[in-house]
C-alpha cells in the first residue's frame, strides 16, 4: 500500500512540476497570443468579434489539460524514458525548424529530424571526429528515439480527437486568389506526464476550406491526421523488431507531415470555390455573435435568395431592401439544398446587413458596421 501512495505521490509532483515548467507557459502564452491574433484580425476586417477570445482560449486550454492528464494516466502502464539531454535534443531541434518555418515546429518533425541524426551517426565514421565531439555523439545515440516517434504518434491521435471535437471553433473568413474562404487555425497545450517527467507540448493544426461544407472539411482533416498517426504506428510497431524499420518511421514522420500539407496546397488549385453563390443570392461564409442572422439560425453555407419577396444577389441589394424595413422574411437554400422560410422583426438597433458576413458572384461582401452597432438587439 505504501508502494501505491509513493507512485501516487511521485505523479502528482511531476505534475506540480508541469505547472511551473517554463514549457507550458509558453504554451499557454501561445494560445493567448493566437486567440488575440485572431481578435484583431476579427475587429479590423469586420470592425466586430466573431468568436469571443476568451471562451475560445479556455475552451482550447480546459480541452487539452484534460486529454494531457487522460493519456498521462494511461501511461503510466507504460515503459517511458525521458531523459533531459533527450529533451533537449527535442526541444533543441523543435525551436530550430521553428526559426526556419513556423509549421515545422511539430514534434513529428523534432522526433524524425532527432532519429535520422541517430540513424545516420550508427552508419558514419564518428570515431574520426574530434573528441570536443564525442560527448554529443553518445548522448545522441542514447535518445530513445522510438519513445520520441511514439509521443509523436500519440499526438497525433490525440490531434485527431481535438479537431473532431473543437477544429471548427475559430474559424475566419480570408481571401484567396480573391475567392472567399475559411481558414481553420486551432491550437491546444497538451501537458503530458510520461515516466515522472513532466513533456509540455503544443498540438495546432490550420488549413483553408475552400471547396466543401465546414464540418467535411473539418472530417476530412481529421481523417486525414488520423490516417497519419496510424501509419506512423505501424511504422514503428516494424522498427520494434527490425532495425532498419526506423529510417522509415523516421522519415515517414517528417515527409509523411509535409506530404498532407502539399497535398492541401495543391487541391487548393483546382477545386471549385464552395463559398461563392451562382448569382441568385448571398452565400453565407460568417455570422455575428448576436445578430438577427444567428438569432434566426442562419448558418455558414446557407444561401440567402430572397428577403421580403425580393432577390438579393449582392449585399448591396440586402441593404437596400433592409434599410427602412421594421420585419424581414427570408428564403434560405441550406447545404442541403433545402429551402427554408426565415423572419424577424427588426428593430431600430439592428444592423441592416442583418449580421450578415457573405459573398456573391462578384466576391467577399463585408458589410459596413461603422453607421450601426453590430449584433445589437433591442428588447421588446
Known amino acids: 500500500m505504501d508502494a501505491v501512495w509513493s507512485s501516487v505521490w511521485q505523479w502528482t509532483s511531476a505534475w506540480g512540476q508541469l505547472v511551473i515548467h517554463p514549457g507550458s507557459w509558453l504554451a499557454l502564452i501561445f494560445l493567448v497570443m493566437h486567440t488575440a491574433g485572431l481578435a484583431r484580425y476579427e475587429r479590423k476586417r469586420f470592425a466586430t468579434r466573431l468568436t469571443p477570445p476568451f471562451p475560445l482560449a479556455l475552451r482550447a486550454w480546459v480541452m487539452g489539460l484534460v486529454l494531457g492528464a487522460g493519456f498521462s494516466l494511461c501511461s503510466l502502464w507504460g515503459q517511458w524514458v525521458i531523459r533531459p539531454a533527450d529533451l533537449a535534443w527535442i526541444w533543441g531541434c523543435t525551436a530550430l525548424l521553428a526559426i526556419m518555418r513556423a509549421r515545422w515546429a511539430c514534434i513529428a518533425y523534432s522526433a524524425g529530424l532527432v532519429a535520422l541524426l541517430q540513424c545516420g551517426v550508427t552508419i558514419a565514421p564518428v570515431a574520426e571526429l574530434p573528441a570536443a565531439w564525442q560527448p554529443y555523439v553518445r548522448s545522441l545515440l542514447e535518445v530513445r528515439v522510438l519513445d ?153 453555407g446557407d444561401v440567402v435568395h430572397r428577403v421580403n ?58 458589410p459596413q458596421t461603422t453607421a450601426t452597432r453590430p449584433g445589437a438587439t433591442a428588447s421588446q
Open 148 to 300: 520520441w516517434l511514439w509521443i509523436a504518434c500519440l499526438a497525433h491521435l490525440v490531434e485527431w480527437l481535438l479537431i473532431r471535437l473543437d477544429g471548427s471553433q475559430g474559424t475566419r473568413p480570408v481571401l484567396v486568389k480573391g475567392k472567399p474562404a475559411l481558414q481553420f487555425h486551432k491550437i491546444w497545450p497538451f501537458p503530458l506526464v510520461l515516466g515522472l517527467t513532466p513533456v509540455p507540448l503544443l498540438l495546432g493544426f490550420g488549413c483553408l476550406n475552400y471547396d466543401k461544407p465546414l464540418e467535411r472539411e473539418k472530417r476530412l482533416a481529421s481523417t486525414m491526421t488520423l490516417g497519419y498517426a496510424l501509419i506512423l504506428a505501424g511504422l514503428i510497431t516494424l522498427a520494434e523488431v527490425w532495425p532498419m524499420g526506423v529510417w522509415a518511421a523516421a522519415v515517414f514522420s517528417i515527409a509523411g507531415h509535409e506530404g498532407i500539407a502539399i497535398w492541401n496546397r495543391l487541391r487548393l488549385k483546382r477545386l471549385r470555390p464552395y463559398y461563392v453563390s451562382d448569382g441568385n443570392g448571398i452565400k453565407v461564409i460568417a455570422v455575428m455573435p448576436g445578430s438577427p442572422a444567428q438569432q434566426m439560425g442562419i448558418k455558414p
Open 309 to 366: 419577396g425580393k432577390s438579393v444577389p449582392t449585399m448591396a441589394a440586402l441593404l437596400q431592401v433592409t434599410e427602412k424595413a421594421a420585419f424581414c422574411k427570408l428564403e434560405v437554400l441550406d447545404e442541403q439544398d433545402d429551402r427554408h422560410i426565415m423572419q424577424k422583426a427588426l428593430y431600430e438597433d439592428d444592423p441592416r446587413h442583418l449580421g450578415i458576413i457573405g459573398s456573391s458572384s462578384a466576391g467577399l461582401s463585408i
